[in-house]
């Protein structure tokens, strides 16, 4: 799940926004009860054990969700389906009552950038959606969203799925230790601004493990005033938000919808990897297969 930036300002100068979200993050932990560590945490063994339980939980019950993301289904009964699975699996959801969000999942539709809140309207025809779920396994938080098509979707909403889709795995590539967060940021702007795509700036990648958002924070373009060293035992979600249009968004009333302010498209997905000895693993991986956006037609 995206850092939940709605609640602050959109700030323009880069800078500044760097400096707004780390201290947005440092609110959002005590809000947790837990403090953001001052450097992003080095786990060993045990974490990564504990990681891939809650990995392999949250992957599995996105699975359940993709299935079951169909032309007039509720984003409602999808978040009830999320909530029964974790309850059957010993995990609780980590959005659910987290700074006063009600659904134990996010759902954004088209034009919505992240944190869209499920509801009774039915999902349409042609619709592309994300399903952004952290299900918390034994204290361990596992964290990722992926695009369900509904139906049968246009052919520039494909497109933007699968150039999202290959943004997130070209920042997940540049992953190593001696490497910089600025390495995951190049690697997806470098890619979705080649293909006639904008970045989202407003929302970024964090850290977790027993806390839900740690250090450190994962830019999606490159900022030069912040750059944190990869090491390995670091644990961490990469989850760029693509748009078809211009990178600019804006805040709904509820305080937590994200919409495109030029209404074009928009696209996310996210994983929870970790920095090893000699690169990256991905927590989150779809135990059928489901992680990439499927052809149509």
């Known amino acids: 799940m995206a850092l939940a930036a709605a609640k602050r300002k959109h700030i323009g100068n880069p ?5 707004n979200t780390v201290m947005s993050r440092d609110q959002t932990a005590v809000a947790e009860g837990s403090r953001r560590a001052p450097e992003p945490p080095i786990h060993g063994p045990e974490g990564f054990e504990g990681m891939r339980r809650a990995g392999r939980l949250t992957a599995a019950a996105l699975d ?7 032309p007039g289904v509720t984003t409602e009964h999808l978040d009830r389906l999320a909530f029964e699975f974790g309850m059957d699996h010993g995990a609780y959801p980590a959005s659910l009552h987290y700074r006063g969000y009600r659904k134990s999942i ?4 088209n034009h919505v950038v992240c944190h869209g809140i499920p509801n009774d309207k039915p999902l349409r025809e042609g619709d592309i959606v994300n399903l952004d779920i952290c299900l918390i396994l034994d204290g361990w938080h596992g964290d990722s969203s992926r695009m369900a098509y509904i139906g049968e979707v246009p052919r520039k909403a494909q497109r933007l799925c699968e150039i999202t889709y ?10 190593k230790p001696g490497g910089s967060t600025n390495d995951i940021g190049r690697a997806i702007q470098t890619y ?9 700036r407003d929302f970024c990648g964090h850290g977790l493990g027993r806390v839900y958002h740690d250090a450190p924070t994962i830019l999606h373009y490159v900022e030069p005033s912040y750059d944190v060293p990869l090491k390995p035992g670091q644990f961490f979600t990469v989850e760029p938000m693509i748009n078809l249009g211009r990178p600019a968004v804006k805040v709904l009333g509820d305080g937590w919808t994200a919409v495109t302010r030029d209404r074009s498209l928009s696209a996310q997905f996210e994983h929870t990897i970790a920095v090893t000895e000699d690169g990256y693993e991905i927590f989150t991986l779809s135990p059928k297969g489901l992680d990439q956006p499927k052809p149509q037609g």
């Open 192 to 200: 979705a601004e080649s293909e006639r795509c904008s970045v989202v």
């Open 15 to 19: 800078t500044e926004r760097v400096k």
């Open 106 to 109: 996010c759902t954004s539709i």
């Open 64 to 70: 359940l969700l993709m299935e079951a993301a169909q």
């Open 166 to 175: 290959e943004a997130l795995m070209r920042g997940i590539q540049a992953v």
